[in-house]
């Protein structure tokens, strides 16, 4: 885990020396997606690529909404589309992750998250859905959250839920589904008060997820991928919230935790 939290605090070093000089909103929003994809560049094999653009599926000729950050995995022969630079059309099933990157989440940003979602959804049906970074939140107010989510007129389904919202200063918004998590929906997850810096330990979480879906992607299921390596990690700088957030409903509690395996973790009772 110290690899991640060094490529997290040469991260921030550059965020920090940035924004003591530029109140641009616009060049600096600029330049935290350019600083991510050059990361993600240098930090992924070059099996992987980085760009951005759409994504385009040729069966139901549904196109994406245009997405920050692609992360495309190379081994696939018909991967684009269309390329020119960094900027590229690519088929679903080249697809790794999708990234957002969002300077500040706040209502308006959280809409975009979730109507992008959506969107991605209908071209990428068996991919993850989307990922979406923020460098600060406008609210660490868990209430506040649950009124974005409940200001939604939807189906209550998960096909509509981006994959994980990370608020470096603040917390992670992560999409369980059942069986892992009952109900399903977006779970809170904040840093431990061992954690010196949240920034620095939230982007190390974004880091390692992109790495375990490279995993995936490539097939890798052995005693050394990445989350068997670390997973005794998480639970020293993390906390998961036994509370959910569900779109159209708001905030409800968790009711169960499992592992992967079955396993139950946490069994809320009826008396609770």
């Known amino acids: 885990m110290i690899l991640y939290q060094n490529y997290a605090k040469e991260i921030m070093s550059k965020l920090g020396r940035l924004n003591e000089l530029v109140k641009h909103?616009?060049?600096v929003g600029t330049y935290h997606e350019n600083l991510i994809t050059n990361y993600l560049s240098n930090f992924l094999s070059k099996r992987f690529s980085v760009k951005t653009g759409f994504v385009y599926n040729p069966k139901t000729q549904e196109v994406s909404p245009q997405i920050d950050i692609l992360i495309i995995d190379e081994n696939v022969p018909s991967a684009y589309l269309f390329?020119?630079?960094?900027?590229?059309?690519?088929?679903?099933?080249?697809?790794?992750?999708?990234i957002e990157v969002k300077t500040v989440l706040n209502k308006s940003s959280f809409d975009d998250i979730v109507k992008k979602s959506i969107q991605y959804r209908k071209s990428n049906p068996q991919g993850f859905n989307l990922f979406a970074l923020c460098f600060r939140s406008s609210t660490?107010?868990?209430?506040?959250?649950?009124?974005w989510c409940?200001?939604?007129?939807?189906?209550?389904?998960f096909?509509?839920?981006?994959?994980?919202?990370?608020?470096?200063?603040?917390?992670?918004?992560?999409?369980?589904?059942?069986?892992?998590?009952?109900p399903f929906g977006l779970y809170v997850t904040t840093c431990n008060d061992c954690v010196e810096s949240k920034e620095e330990a939230i982007l190390t979480q974004f880091l390692f997820c992109i790495m375990k879906l490279c995993e995936l992607k490539a097939g890798i299921h052995t005693a050394d991928t990445i989350n068997t390596i670390f997973a005794g990690?998480?639970?020293?700088?993390?906390?998961?919230?036994?509370?959910?957030f569900k779109l159209g409903v708001g905030k409800?509690?968790?009711?169960?935790?499992?592992?992967?395996?079955?396993?139950?973790i946490f069994r809320r009772s009826e008396a609770t």
């Open 150 to 157: 409940k200001s939604y007129e939807m189906d209550d389904n």
């Open 159 to 182: 096909l509509n839920y981006p994959h994980k919202i990370l608020a470096l200063d603040s917390f992670i918004l992560d999409l369980l589904l059942e069986p892992v998590g009952k």
């Open 233 to 244: 990690d998480f639970d020293k700088l993390y906390f998961l919230h036994h509370q959910a």
């Open 140 to 147: 660490k107010n868990m209430d506040t959250v649950a009124s």
């Open 83 to 98: 390329q020119d630079g960094n900027f590229a059309v690519v088929v679903p099933n080249a697809v790794v992750s999708a």
């Open 25 to 27: 909103a616009p060049s």
């Open 252 to 264: 409800v509690p968790m009711l169960e935790l499992n592992h992967a395996n079955g396993k139950n």
